[in-house]
């Protein structure tokens, strides 16, 4: 027998910041309990992999102190290149010969080692007249699975579940907004070095894919071209630095501008790829969330090259919280870096027993 345990704390391991949260569940909905941001060094996390495990271990560590969390039981997800998400659709069958099979088509849908690789899939959906049957193949990287479980490991938190980025984004739309019987939907992640694409229709994922590309390149060009550090160039993306009389150089728009419009037209691809494979007709609507989707020259650059309307997606449209804990103003300002870690929080702890 399996039954629900408490909900976990929702851990997203980003490549510039660890982000925490948790949330209570009553007769009313979701309450937040915790959600916090801790910067990581830069580097700390490269291509997927830690490359300095004591300083994303030091960084959960004092998350968890200065959020005051105690409970060890965590959630986390993976995405980017260790990630590959392939639709297949094959002959109708009984769960149990799926079981068997899917081993066989990952090896000849996953251009990785098949024992490198955890292998995951659902079924999407089934048609009897014509047998045949639609289901996601996930495969993640093992050893990049494991960098992460260390980390946590090393932080004194114990991982209970491991996720994938994109579907986590797709739940907290869920939560917030509901799916429309009808409706197709792009669901965009814009981070720091990683951009997850997830087209929904009808609540089911149709295409994934994760881009190479985010926000690190914009501040990376800004330090390049105008010779400044790492913290000044993040500081004049996001506007300039808080009290600070000193102005932003007139080059940043320009920079960040460019850098958007070479992200915005990957994203096309992904979204025209889709287009060209998909029988369910146009995207009504792409909603982004991720750190980077703060600049308002994204939502106008996706929206300039889609014709499709871009909009924000507040993980918080349906959370409560008390305004005595958390402000209004600083919430709507973090709500885009809290819609993975929000999504991890609904996880909840399964026991078998
Ligand atoms: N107000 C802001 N204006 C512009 N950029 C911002 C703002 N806030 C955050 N960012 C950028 O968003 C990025 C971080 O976003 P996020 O926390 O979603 O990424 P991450 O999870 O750390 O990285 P990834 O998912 O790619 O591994 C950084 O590049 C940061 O500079
Ligand atoms: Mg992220």
Known sequence: MIFEGKQLIGVDIGTSSIKALQLRKSGRGYHLQKYGIEPLPPQSI???HV??????????????????ISQKEVALSISGNSVIIKK?????????????QIQWEAEQHIPFDISEVEIDYNILGSNEEAGQMDVLLVAAKKDEIQDLVEVVKGAKLSPMVVDIDAFVVQNVYELNYGFAAN?????????????TVNIVHAGVSQFTRDISNGGALITEEIQKQLQVSHEEAEAYKAGGLEDSQEVVPREVDEIISSVVDTLAGEIQRSLDFYM???????????????????LPQVRASIERRSRVPVEMLDPFRRVLFDEKQFSPTVLRRQAPQASVCLGLALRKQKERI
């Open 51 to 68: 490359m300095n495990h004591s300083a994303v271990v030091d960084g959960l560590r004092k998350l968890f102190k200065d959020l005051r």
């Open 276 to 294: 060209a494979t998909s029988t369910y007709g146009e995207i009504a609507k792409i909603f982004i969330t991720g750190g980077t989707s703060n």
């Open 183 to 195: 409706e197709t939907l792009a669901l965009l992640n814009i981070g720091a070095e990683v951009t």
């Open 46 to 48: 490269v291509d997927g």
């Open 88 to 100: 297949l659709n094959l002959p109708l069958m009984k769960r149990e010969e799926l079981e068997e």
